[in-house]
């Protein structure tokens, strides 16, 4: 072990006396070599998606000193970028363990630094965050939280005044204020509840999320005509995150009567003891949820993270067994059934608009097609969904705005949050569910009819693990070598392929690849943002299931031929 990891497990001993964990964790530490190098070897990453890691001691976790750290640097870039009338923070803050110990220290650093602050007085999800640093004209706003990962896990994300989360420029500044820093001497602070006394701290009135719930609900696109029963049932799991409140109380005043929790997943808890990924892209997150489907004989299962910006959902099959619909199965369905009703409503704008991923579905880009809508294809994070709505607003078109997705998960249908939206997703899917079935139509039904006019599409997502410093070489050189060209993929010929690392279409710079075949398939390549990963993103069309299935088998043999 270096000296200097050493050395700087010392200075915590000695420092890191603020919080009774830390101090009994760095004790317990003593004469542990492999815990105390992998607790202090680096510092932990701010990115474009702020801080995210395991929690407890070290510089290489989640504790109040690598928070106020962070919010210090952070600080520091709202000082010398906004006028002192115009300083202020946002903050918000999940189910997750130390999630509120953390908003509140990080509030009392922005407080120490002349910055005004609103914070929640009670756990929000992301994207309330997003509303209010909107709602309230602030300079930005910080949602501390980790998604989806497990209990072990937080995380901290910094939005700008747009609302999005910050571009990766305003990210690299911060980054190089924190760097600046020393995490015991030069972190301003005080007391929280002398901060609230004083006004340096605000709690969020009421009326702001009172506002929120009601631009979810304005998002609703039935007509007074549609007469549709709302008595469908509902189970719903918010996996012991924030979307409990929210999401019942949106569904309610929407008219849904029919709607049965999720006990032992209904409360916030930060150790998901029924769920430890809670991610309801996955299975095991929603076992739970089906079990009661099935003892309620329920319609559909709704399931949110834990920071209540991602919905997953279960239907029945035609033998009643409930199946899971992926994120790009929910996103099409609900942009066909949007740009459906909003033609037959007459609120389609004259010029609409379509933002997803480059990794999203094909199948979006057809629908939305036939429709008349323009898709806009940005790059992988909701941000750049946020960004194109802002950019739209800036000319005078935020109208044309009428959906956004993602592959995992995330939706948005307006333009009063700028970031992915559970609360709207899941009243969106239960209108779109209770409307079809006033019809006679599953969402199933609805999916294959899809189908039959586009053809059957099938999306895959592949991983593969690239450890260490020679991992990330690795990952680097077969990008390389992808980018050199392919004529053909499993016996297709190339038609096209767009390298993202020249900036196309006015994206920012990315390490990102994509192919298109002949036969209307698509593949894009990519290394996580976050992990040690090289992924594959495979969008296939074929007449049927199988017959997608097959050329989705060979494409993927394919490319990991190159790996």
């Known amino acids: 072990m270096k000296d200097s990891i050493l050395n700087e497990y010392k200075i915590w001993k000695e420092k890191a006396v603020c919080d009774a964990d830390l101090s009994a964790e760095l004790a317990s530490m003593e004469g542990d070599e492999a815990k105390i190098e992998d607790a202090f070897y680096r510092d932990l990453e701010f990115g474009t998606g702020g801080l995210r890691g395991v929690i407890g001691a070290g510089t290489n976790r989640m504790n109040i000193y690598t928070v106020g750290k962070a919010s210090q640097g952070l600080a520091n870039y709202i000082v010398a970028n906004f006028p002192e009338e115009a300083r202020s923070m946002a903050v918000s803050f999940d189910s997750r363990i130390k999630s509120d110990v953390f908003s509140k220290y990080a509030a009392s650093v922005f407080a120490a630094n002349g910055i005004k602050v609103f914070i929640y007085s009670e756990l929000m999800p992301t994207p309330c965050l997003s509303y209010a640093v909107r709602r309230l004209n602030c300079s930005g706003g910080i949602m501390v939280t980790a998604s989806h990962n497990p209990s072990k896990y937080n995380g901290y994300k910094v939005y700008g005044a747009d609302g999005c989360q910050i571009t990766t420029k305003d990210a690299a500044t911060i980054l190089s204020e924190i760097e600046k820093l020393d995490v015991f001497n030069d972190v301003k602070s005080g007391d929280f509840d002398e901060f609230v006394k004083c006004g340096k701290i605000e709690y969020i009135n009421e009326s702001v999320y009172t506002d929120f719930v009601n631009e979810v609900k304005k998002q609703s696109v039935l007509s007074e005509d549609d007469k549709i ?192 939206d559970a609360v709207d997703g899941a009243f969106l899917i239960c209108e779109m569910f209770a409307y079809y079935k006033t019809k006679g139509i599953s969402l199933l039904d609805k999916l294959n009819e899809l189908y039959e006019k586009f053809g059957y599409t099938l999306n895959t997502l592949h991983s593969y693990q690239f450890e260490g410093s020679n991992g990330f070489d690795k990952m680097m050189n077969i990008m390389e070598t992808f980018r050199k060209g392919m004529d053909t993929a499993a016996g297709f010929k190339i038609d096209k392929m767009l390298d993202y690392s020249l900036g196309i279409d006015g994206l920012p710079k990315s390490n990102v690849l994509k192919y298109f075949t002949e036969n209307n398939c698509s593949v894009v390549v990519r290394p996580s943002g976050t992990e040690p990963k090289l992924k594959l993103y495979v969008s296939v069309t074929a007449d049927d299931k199988i017959k997608a299935e097959e050329i989705e088998k060979e494409l993927v043999k394919c490319f990991e031929s190159y790996m």
């Not at 719903?236 to 005043?253: A, C, D, M, Q, S």
């Open 229 to 420: 029963n709302k008595d469908v049932a509902i189970v719903y799991t918010p996996l012991n995150g924030t979307g409990l409140k929210p999401v019942t109380r949106t569904l309610k005043e929407a008219g849904f009567t029919n709607i049965t929790v999720v006990k032992e997943q209904e409360k916030p808890d930060g150790n998901f003891p029924t769920c430890p990924y809670p991610n309801p892209e996955i299975r095991e997150a929603m076992a739970l949820g089906i079990e009661y489907a099935n003892k309620n004989n329920a319609d559909i299962l709704l399931a949110t993270d834990p920071d209540c910006d991602r919905v997953g959902i279960a239907v029945k099959d035609k033998n009643g067994e409930f199946v899971l619909l992926s994120g790009n199965m929910t996103g099409c369905l609900l942009l066909d059934y949007i740009c459906a009703k909003r033609i037959k409503n007459n609120t389609m704008p004259k010029d609409p608009v379509l933002v997803k991923t480059i990794v999203t579905s094909d199948l979006g880009d057809k629908i939305a097609a036939s429709y008349g809508v323009k898709t806009v294809n940005v790059l992988t994070g909701f941000k750049f969904i946020g960004e194109q709505i802002a950019a739209l607003e800036a000319k005078g078109c935020e109208d044309s705005y009428i959906f956004g997705f993602e592959e995992s998960y995330g939706y948005l249908s307006g333009s009063y949050v700028r970031d992915k």
